[in-house]
């Protein structure tokens, strides 16, 4: 896994930089414009001589890396426009350095030049820029821009040509990735390591791709640092993927029963049920309504149906609970809630199951979710279970506003696992999970087109087979959301993520798992 670090690690490892290593700070911010130059170049090889950069230069020495990116531009044989938001006076030390540095050098190029900003219509001298390059604000943002930043902001994102932020964009915030006006880059430079609010929630839709910048000190800082964050890597997955014993049988490989599925949402039950097939657990039951069981006998092929009386109400009710303790008892892994709708009889029967065999392994998602409060959680034993619930879920759960919950996910997150000794998949874009121990794995796979009915319920499916194959409940949650994911990601390739269904991602598995083997070799 991916380490990923807060803005106060970030900025310990600069004071290591200058007190400890000894290293100057211009030359740590020369090191870093010159990185970021070579990742910019790397990355849009495209870039043309004939047209200018523009880069957008804050008041701290945010701006200063700006500043000494223009002249790697400029020497290079680019026009830059550099638009600064202060007087030269005002700049720290190392920044005013490089803007007098700038500033002669420019005296030797036509068409490049210095602008200090002073109103919105300063803003027309970048339009017709083939890049502009963020470097405003750095990680200390928080909270809401003042003006002048929001109208630049507004105003560039609108801009064609590519969009590069330096160490973090602008209006992010780098520890809880929440904002509300930020810099949308195509690529980010990361200065001396990754930064955690890069890669989810306002971070993960503004970041774009993104890189780490050296700022010349190497890795030893933050090989020593502790952190809880990470963004999972495809070699994290394959632990739960290798090889089997050739003398297996069906109830050597993993028993899955599937609580799920009403009347008016039957094709959650067969996609979470199938989906447990998919990734090698040996035997897969769907606990179903009678009143609708025809319907899935006429889809399932290699899940065993179990149909129980419903006296044509078409859910689960609490007269359900005696006779599926049997099947409970007999599971390696209980999936429940995918579909089960939320019938005061449904709920109370789902609170019934769990509180009686707590001890078994559950992977609880979505109506079953919502039949437990933050209370009722507390008091059962769910060390070896796993939740999926959604942000929507899992707020409610929580009784916070979703937006509440989206300004500081990453602790929400963590105390609800840690409090409930449970492993928490938070679905999402990306989906986190979260471990007992408390630490955030973030996923790096996975695209729009899994924003579809049904993703959901594949995704349950996936982890509750990879759990009953005696994987812990970290493993299978980290191994089932990539694959998940991945299984997306290779579809794309094939039908772009405008026509990706549940059914592909679930048909998709079994050569994903292959896919995913075959490129960790």
Partial sequence: ???????????????????????????????????????????FPDLNEFQPIGILCGKGNN????????????????????????????????AKTNFNILNELIKFSESSRILQYKTKKDLKNLTNCQLIVDTLLGTGTKGKLRSPYSEIINYVNGLNGYKVAVDIPSGLNADTGSGEVIFDADLTVSLADFKRGLFFEKGYKHSGEVVVGSIGMGNTYFDELNTEDYLIEPEDCLEAFSLRDTDLHKYSSGKVLTIAGSGNLPGAAFLASEAVLKVGAGASILAFPKSIKSVAQSRLKSVVVHPYEDANREHLSFANVEELLPRVEWADVISIGSGLGRDNETLKAVRAIISKQSKKKFVIDA??????????FKKIDLQNSILTPHQGEFSALLGVSLSELKEDILRYGKDFSKSNNTVLVLKGAPTIIFTPNGEALINSSGNSGLAKFGSGDVLTGIISGILAQGNNPELAAVAGVYLHGLAADLLREEFTEFGISSEDV?????????FLGNSCE
Avoid: C, W
């Fill in 1 to 43: 896994m991916i380490p990923l670090f807060t803005s106060e690690q970030v900025r310990s490892a600069d004071k290591f930089a200058i007190e400890t290593l000894k290293i100057p700070s211009i030359v740590l911010m020369e090191n870093a414009s010159l990185n970021i130059y070579k990742a910019v170049r790397k990355n």
């Fill in 63 to 94: 701006g200063g890396d700006g500043l000494a990116l223009a002249r790697h531009f400029i020497n290079n044989g680019f026009d830059v426009v550099v638009l600064i938001l202060t007087e030269s006076k005002n700049l720290p030390h190392d």
């Fill in 367 to 376: 109506d079953a979710v919502f039949a437990l409060s933050s209370e009722e």
């Fill in 506 to 514: 679930l048909d998709k598995i079994p050569s994903t798992i292959s």
